[in-house]
């Protein structure tokens, strides 16, 4: 995971090991906006795309992704 954190931090995120339950990673971002979050996928380079499919390969299932957004974000 070392490599792949690199990858992440680069691109704003990170990498934590859950303590209640070894073999499980959470790969976290914190944008801005909606927009920010497309331009992460866009600064994606292939070798980062490889690295992310040899990790996904060893994986026992899909990875699951969520969206979250600030509960307390003011309405236009």
Do not use: K
């Not at 914190?30 to 996904?56: F, K, P, Y």
């Amino acid at each position: 995971m070392g490599g792949y954190g690199v990858v992440t931090a680069r691109i704003g995120g990170g990498i934590f090991r859950d303590t209640e339950v070894a073999d499980r990673y959470l790969e976290i971002f914190l944008v801005n906006s909606w927009a920010e979050h497309l331009r992460q996928h866009e600064r994606q380079t292939q070798a980062d795309r490889e690295l992310e499919q040899r990790i996904n390969s060893c994986l026992s299932g899909e990875p699951m992704v969520r969206h979250l957004i600030d509960a307390y974000v003011a309405e236009t």
